[in-house]
């Protein structure tokens, strides 16, 4: 449904919680507690998984949910790191196609020497193990550790190679940032929504804003002290 009608049901399912109040809520309000509760159906639904293998598919109902919002090779392509020295990589979010929220998988393509290129899984790691010798950077063992942090660069991920070989190439997958619906016809907070900026709608997938809906409602509920 579009935005108009997650309004209209926000409103027929909130005014049947007390037949007695009949709260008119300004369509700021409504939009604020819809984006609120995209936001927490995301993150009630998410599976974060620290070792990044098997990504965000542990069951219908993400991959369903989160199949309009993962971006993947061949949409989100092939990104060139910087090199910040020797043995420290860097690929920044910024250069990604759409803003990422959870990064689900790291892929690099790395060589060494005359050695074939391999496409090697990356594993995140914590600071304390980045050098423990059973799982440090390795050719041979196809092991690329990395991390992620925020710098004056902006949030990126960092790929560590202990120079025993060289990245060309890094294959990141993501869930992007959810769009932030908007009603239209008002100068929105975040400075970039305006009157003239016409309805922004949910950008995950349809099957599931009822339940956004009923979140938003919930929340709503709470606000009020209902």
């Not at 790395?110 to 090697?120: L, Q, R, T």
């Not at 710098?151 to 070989?165: C, L, M, Q, R, W």
Request: net charge neutral; proline share 4%.
């Amino acid at each position: 449904m579009n935005i108009g009608n997650m309004v209209y049901q926000f409103k027929l399912k909130f005014n049947s919680i007390d037949s007695q109040i009949k709260k008119d809520f300004r369509l700021t309000e409504i939009d604020e507690f819809i984006n609120d509760a995209i936001t927490q159906f995301c993150l009630n639904l998410f599976d974060f998984r620290q070792d990044y293998i098997s990504g965000f598919e542990n069951n219908t109902k993400m991959i369903e949910a989160f199949s309009t919002l993962s971006y993947q090779f061949p949409d989100q392509p092939i990104l060139v790191p910087t090199l910040l020295e020797e043995g420290t990589y860097r690929v920044k979010y910024s250069e990604c196609e759409q803003t990422p929220w959870f990064i689900t998988k790291v892929q690099a393509n790395c060589s060494k020497g005359a050695y074939p290129v391999k496409k090697i899984d990356c594993k995140y790691k914590t600071l304390d193990t980045l050098n423990d010798r059973f799982s440090m950077p390795s050719y041979e063992w196809k092991r690329c550790p990395f991390r992620i942090s925020n710098s004056a660069a902006g949030k990126s991920i960092y790929i560590y190679t202990e120079t025993d070989f060289t990245i060309s190439g890094v294959y990141v997958a993501y869930i992007k940032q959810p769009a932030v619906v908007f009603s239209g016809g008002y100068n929105h907070i975040n400075g970039v929504y305006t009157t003239l900026t016409p309805p922004v709608d949910c950008d995950i997938d349809e099957k599931f804003h009822s339940e956004i809906v009923n979140i938003a409602v919930d929340t709503a509920r709470k606000t009020l002290n209902k």
